[in-house]
Structure formats: structure tokens, C-alpha cells
């Protein structure tokens, strides 16, 4: 190949991985955003945190709904497996997981778990502790769990508020004496 | 030397068309990876493990966090009745029936994809505060302004080119959804329209 032609096909092979590379790392660096803005720069992971009521200021994640009351916890799975427990409510609720490339690859709500529910998150392909409750395997280090709680009104969300006070989102640990 | 420069030409302008290209996709393609239901447009794959990267890509920038189907259906309107794009200058009217989801929302969002800064907190409407007559028929307002609108979201301060999101929470397993179903929107007045 003479002239221009080789660097033009150098640059459209470069525009085609570019391209590629792109697509395919948008979702994990649009993960990377909201983790570090729901963990504060990654200073409260494992940790649930309940969102204010939402509103025109919730500017955290695109389109919320003002019907939910919400709780995330950004979770790392680097120093072990996470336990996370969600209190009951009397309204519809789920607890969904989000992997490091946007994907939602658990969700369990109220109709399979009526009284609340607690699970244990680790590795793909790491063994559940031997007290723990419902193992579930993340296909990534660190994610997002997110209950939705339905509250439409402000009395609503507060008693939500008040629920969401007995969610667990921490480091598994065996019960003492086991 | 001249052959080094056209190089670093190359590559730089690869890159520029790969990432454009690439960001382009994302900002302008989402028809091409939603399917449409009437007027409405929804991703099966939202938050599925089985997305392509280009849904998943389109997702993640307009709707992160979002539930796989199993759980919840996601269709967006973004269109009137014309085909023209939703605007705040205009009125119209949504009008459905009973969804067969186990609950269901209608919430507006400004271009942005975030809720409009208008301080009417008239973002949504929902399956539990809907006003519907006796035969499960309601109808939503959707104007900068109340007025006498029973049931209304505020689309003042939303601009041009706003959405409408309509949430359906655990269908029943098997349903497929048709346009029929599903609310229909009516520009009641529009004195700005322009394609």
C-alpha cells in the first residue's frame, strides 16, 4: 500500500477499536460515577444510605422516580462477602444488584420475600461462609444494591425512612461462638 | 519525520472518529436498540445480563440502575401524536385505563433525564393516587399549569423536548405488551408547533 491509503486504514482499524473500546467501557465509567457519588468517594461502602425523598434536586442518578424511597450501598467484595438484610414494608419493595457494567443481575421483592429478606453477596466462585443465608454471586469486586421502597407521599417516605433503619448492608461476619 | 506526523495523524484522527462515533451512537442511535409499542419505546434488555453493549451503553447513560423486565417494564414517550417532539409551550392529554401491572407510575423528565426544577412537585402520577372514574378511566393533564386538572404533571420549566416514563412493575408472567394497553396521548393545544 502507497500514499495516504495506509494511514488512512491505520486510522479507520484505530476508529473501529476506539469505537469498540468506547461502547463497551461507557456503562462501567457511568457505574464508576454513581458509586463514588453514593459511597462519597468510596468513604461508605458497605453501608446502606437512605436518599433524601426525591425531588429536581436529586441529581444523583438519572431519572428517578419521586414515587420510591430509595437506599443504595455501594458494596466491595474485596475483603470478603457482604451481608445484606432488608427490613419488611407494607408496600411494594425490591432489592436489585447492580455488577461494575451497569447490569441488574439480581432482584428479589416482596412477593418472594414478604417478611423482609436477607442474602450474602460474594466472588463468583468463592465459597459461602457457613452460616450465611441466601449466597448470591457477583459477577464483579464492587456494585450497587439498591432497595426501592414504593412511597409516593411524604408520610410514606418517612415511615420508610424509619424501615430502612433495620437494613443491614456490612462485612460478613460469622456469629460469635460458631 | 513527515512519516511520523502523518502517523500520529492517523491515529488521533481514529481516535477522535472511534469515541465521536461511539458517543454519537449513544446520544442519537437509541431507536435503533428500543422497540416500539404504539408510540411508546422500551428496551427488553434494559439491565439484563444478556444486554448488547450498545443497549447496555444507551441504558446506562439514560436510565442507570434501571430493572431487568423480569421485574419492570420502562417505555418513554418522547413524541406527540404528529411525531413532534414534547414541548412545554403545549397542553396535552394522557389517557389510559387499567394497567395490568401490579403497579405502575407516570413521571415526566426534562431533557436532562432528570425531573424538571419548576417547584410544582407535580412530577408523577401513580397507580395508588390516580383519580380514575368508576370504570378505572383517568386522564392526566400535562401543561405548566394546573388549571382544573384533576390529575396533572407540571411540564413548566421542562422545555422542549421532554419525556414521559411510564413504569410497569411485575406483569404477569406471559403478557406482551400492546399499544392498546397502553395510555394514549392527545396534544389538546400547541400555539408554537414546529417540526
Known amino acids: 500500500m502507497t500514499g495516504w491509503g495506509k494511514y488512512v486504514l491505520g486510522a479507520l482499524i484505530i476508529a473501529i477499536a476506539a469505537h469498540l473500546i468506547a461502547i463497551n467501557m461507557l456503562p462501567r465509567l457511568e457505574m464508576g460515577t454513581a458509586m463514588d457519588r453514593l459511597s462519597g468517594q468510596g468513604a461508605r461502602m458497605n453501608m446502606w444510605q437512605m436518599s433524601d425523598r ?17 437506599a ?41 420475600a414478604q417478611g423482609g429478606a436477607e442474602i450474602t453477596l460474594l466472588r463468583t466462585g468463592a465459597q459461602p461462609p457457613e452460616h450465611a443465608a441466601q449466597a448470591v454471586e457477583s459477577p464483579s469486586t464492587r456494585g450497587i444494591a439498591l432497595i426501592r421502597r414504593l412511597a409516593p407521599t411524604v408520610q410514606a417516605y418517612n415511615d420508610a425512612r424509619a424501615a430502612s433503619r433495620g437494613d443491614i448492608c456490612a462485612l460478613f461476619q ?5 | ?69 423480569e421485574e419492570a417494564t420502562y417505555l418513554s414517550l418522547d413524541r406527540d401524536e404528529n411525531g413532534l417532539p414534547l414541548q412545554e409551550s403545549c397542553i396535552y ?3 389510559g385505563g387499567a394497567l395490568r401491572a401490579r403497579w405502575w407510575s407516570i413521571t415526566l423528565y426534562a431533557p436532562d433525564f432528570f425531573l424538571a426544577r419548576n417547584g ?27 388549571g382544573e386538572a384533576v390529575n396533572w404533571l407540571s411540564s413548566r420549566d421542562a422545555r ?18 400492546r399499544s392498546a394497553d397502553l395510555p394514549v396521548l392527545r396534544t389538546l393545544s400547541c400555539p408554537s408547533a414546529q417540526p
Do not use: K
Open chain 2, 1 to 69: 519525520m513527515r512519516r511520523a506526523f502523518a502517523w500520529a495523524a492517523a491515529v488521533l484522527v481514529g481516535l477522535a472518529l472511534g469515541v465521536g462515533s461511539a458517543l454519537g451512537t449513544v446520544e442519537f442511535g437509541r431507536n435503533t436498540f428500543v422497540e416500539h409499542v404504539g408510540p411508546w419505546t422500551y428496551s427488553r434488555a434494559a439491565g439484563s445480563t444478556a444486554a448488547g453493549p450498545y443497549t447496555r451503553a444507551i441504558i446506562a447513560r439514560e436510565a442507570l440502575l434501571a430493572l431487568s423486565s
Open chain 2, 160 to 177: 422542549r423536548g421532554f419525556s414521559l416514563m411510564l413504569r410497569l412493575y411485575n406483569l404477569p408472567d406471559g403478557y406482551t405488551l
Open chain 1, 54 to 70: 426525591v425531588t429536581e434536586d436529586s441529581r444523583a442518578i438519572v431519572r428517578p422516580s419521586p414515587d420510591f424511597a430509595y
Open chain 1, 72 to 112: 443504595a450501598c455501594v458494596y466491595d467484595l474485596s475483603h470478603g462477602p457482604v451481608r445484606i438484610a432488608v427490613a419488611p414494608w407494607s408496600a411494594y419493595w425490591s432489592l436489585s444488584l447492580y455488577a461494575d457494567n451497569s447490569d441488574n443481575f439480581f432482584v428479589l421483592d416482596d412477593r418472594e
Open chain 1, 174 to 178: 460469622e456469629p460469635a461462638g460458631s
Open chain 2, 93 to 95: 392529554e394522557l389517557s
Open chain 2, 120 to 146: 410544582d412537585h407535580a412530577f408523577s402520577v401513580d397507580a395508588t393516587r390516580i383519580d380514575a372514574d368508576a370504570d378505572g378511566r383517568w386522564r392526566v393533564r400535562i401543561s405548566p399549569v394546573q
